[in-house]
């Protein structure tokens, strides 16, 4: 990060026809929530534009990049799934925490047990050092679930308020209007307008720039090996897996 602040100053001082070309700025978001909340449908609703027809448990880290034009800029937006079972985590933990730019928690609105983790991974980014500096979103998914329903919007909000984040309540499956107008708007996709929302806060904000690492996503200089474990096949999607998992 201090090396990529320090040649931003120092092309300051160059005139135009001797500047490199622009770096791509890359935004990395994290994705955490408990297992099954939707993390993998709604990042890979996200980069790849449609629902996945079969999602595994996510084991260890899988990441997704999609790129935006935010005001003439071109940006990455790279979003890490992150696993939600306890079991697949351990060992990936402490590396997906590094160098985030924005923390997106799920739960699944369907499911009590997923809001009630919330506190917990709260928690847990606390003890790596995020705090509320970071900008950090709430999204209650499975929305489409009308009949099944468990976490009510006010008390979402109330949780959302207490934690100072904004709150979007959505589905991966369908992000579309439902038909009674509680998410989504007209015929937009209410997943695709979540995660611009927060590229467009990290753009306004004073340059987080984290140019990309040589060797993977792991952060500047990151010791992590990421080696690839599945590829989802054309869709601008990527999955990794980390190779002494
Ligand atoms: N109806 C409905 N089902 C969803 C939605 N999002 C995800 N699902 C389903 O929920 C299940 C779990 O989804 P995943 O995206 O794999 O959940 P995850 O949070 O990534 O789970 P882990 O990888 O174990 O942490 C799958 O069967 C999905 O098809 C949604 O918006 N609506």
């Known amino acids: 990060m201090a090396e990529v602040e320090s040649s931003v100053e120092f092309s300051s001082s160059l005139t135009s026809s001797t500047l490199p070309p622009p770096r791509t700025r890359i935004f990395k978001i994290i994705v955490i929530g408990d297992s099954g909340v939707g993390k993998t449908c709604l990042t890979y609703r996200f980069c790849a534009g449609k629902f996945p027809e079969k999602t595994e448990a996510t084991i260890g880290v899988d990441f997704r990049e999609r790129l935006v034009e935010i005001d003439g800029e071109k940006i990455k937006i790279q979003l890490w799934d992150t696993a939600g079972q306890e079991r697949f985590r351990k060992s990936m933990v402490q590396h997906y925490y590094r160098n985030v730019h924005a923390v997106v928690f799920v739960y699944d609105v369907t499911s009590a047990a997923s809001f009630r983790s919330l506190p917990a991974w709260i928690e847990e980014c606390k003890q790596h050092a995020l705090g509320t500096e970071v900008p950090r979103i709430l999204v209650g998914n499975k929305c489409d ?30 992000p579309t209007n439902q038909g009674d107008g509680s998410y989504g708007r007209g015929n937009s996709d209410h997943v695709e307008a979540i995660f611009m929302t927060v590229a467009h806060k990290l753009k306004s904000q004073k340059p987080l720039v984290l140019s990309q690492p ?32």
């Open 145 to 174: 679930l009308q009949d099944s329903i468990q976490v009510g919007t006010d008390v979402a909000q109330q949780f959302a308020d207490a934690h100072s984040m904004p709150l979007f309540e959505t589905s991966a499956k369908n």
């Open 214 to 245: 040589p060797g993977g996503p792991g952060g500047p200089g990151g010791t992590v090996t990421l080696g690839r474990a599945r590829d989802d096949g054309g869709d601008g999607a990527r999955s990794w897996g980390c190779s002494s998992c």
